[in-house]
């Protein structure tokens, strides 16, 4: 059985997309969802779905115990889906290549601190790009840096919005995040 711990601080719709793929699987069991936000509708979508939900502060989440509760819980994989605070070292340095975080654009560009959701939509439009996409990548110290696992690229036109864009990325998000999670769960290439 391979556990799954998705950290969220969104609207939850990675979230969901990984557990309706993997609902049907009883090789895969989604351990637990941790939110560090109190109001992101990803808490009511891990109730629905009745995946344990751990709500966490900055101290706690940056401290030893937080460490300890994902070890007890035999953890193979974290995902951040929407998670938008960085990792520390020591969650970092408990689990080498078992933290990955989907980033709505084609790393190296439009990454780091304050890069997420529309945000980065807004700049790729700003900058005129002819393409862009999702970039899966493991997790390190700094935002959006990690090594690339996958990437998947879509076309834009001159008239794209940043909803555009975002309606786009979100169709790769949903069509390939969670097949790159067995992949990687299960060491297939």
């Keep these: ?27 895969v069991d989604l351990a637990c969802v941790v939110s560090n936000n109190k109001d992101a509708y990803a808490n009511q979508r891990a109730k629905n779905l ?9 101290e706690y989440f940056n401290g030893d115990q937080f460490i300890a509760r994902m070890k007890s819980l035999d953890i193979d994989l974290i995902v951040l889906a929407g998670f938008l605070w960085l990792i520390p070292q020591g969650l970092i340095d408990a689990f080498p290549n078992k933290i990955i975080n989907i980033h709505p654009a084609l790393l190296p560009k439009y990454g780091g601190k304050g890069f997420y959701g529309h945000h980065v939509h807004e700049a790729v439009v700003a900058a005129h790009e002819k393409e862009s996409g999702i970039t899966i990548h493991y997790v390190n110290e700094h935002y959006d840096s990690g090594n690339i696992i996958f990437q998947k690229k879509v076309a834009l036109t001159d008239t794209d919005t940043p909803d555009d864009v975002a309606a786009k990325i979100h169709v790769l998000e949903q069509e390939n995040f969670p097949v790159v999670i067995e992949k990687l769960l299960f060491d297939k290439k």
């Design 1 to 27: 059985m391979k556990r799954l711990a998705i950290f969220v601080s969104g609207g939850g719709t990675n979230l969901q997309r990984i557990a309706e793929y993997f609902t049907p699987n009883p090789e």
């Design 50 to 58: 009745g995946i344990p939900l751990l709500l966490v502060d900055k």
